[in-house]
């Protein structure tokens, strides 16, 4: 079984930053995936960043602005958004793909406005 638990969302100004974190418990290794996915109000849910062994692959809408990271010591993966804009605003979930059976937390809202 694995838990998932997201935090750090919350309101910010546009061209602010905040730092997603999600705390992973249960059986996750080192060689499974994860990463976040966002989902905006009225539309699909996205994937945003993923990990993998150090590899980190972005949404072309966010590259360059949010970097993802992972300390494997601590099962935790960061996602550390920069120069955020309006149509960021949207809830944040942490997953992990484990053979390819997604698990997921509850989410963290972001809402970027002024």
């Known amino acids: 079984q694995v838990q998932l638990v997201e935090s750090g969302g919350g309101l910010v100004q546009p061209g602010g930053s905040l730092r997603l974190s999600c705390a992973a418990s249960?059986?996750?290794?080192?060689?499974?995936?994860m990463g976040w996915y966002r989902q905006a109000p009225g539309k699909e849910r996205e994937l945003v960043a993923s990990?993998?062994?150090?590899?980190?692959n972005y949404a072309d809408s966010v590259k360059g602005r949010f970097t993802i990271s992972r300390d494997y010591t601590k099962n935790t993966v960061y996602l550390q958004m920069n120069n955020l804009k309006p149509e960021d605003t949207a809830v944040y979930y942490c997953?992990?793909?484990?053979?390819?059976?997604?698990?997921w937390g509850n989410g963290t809202l972001v809402t970027v406005s002024t």
């Open positions: 249960g059986s996750i290794f080192s060689f499974n995936v």
């Open positions: 990990i993998y062994r150090g590899s980190a």
């Open positions: 997953y992990v793909n484990r053979n390819d059976i997604l698990s």
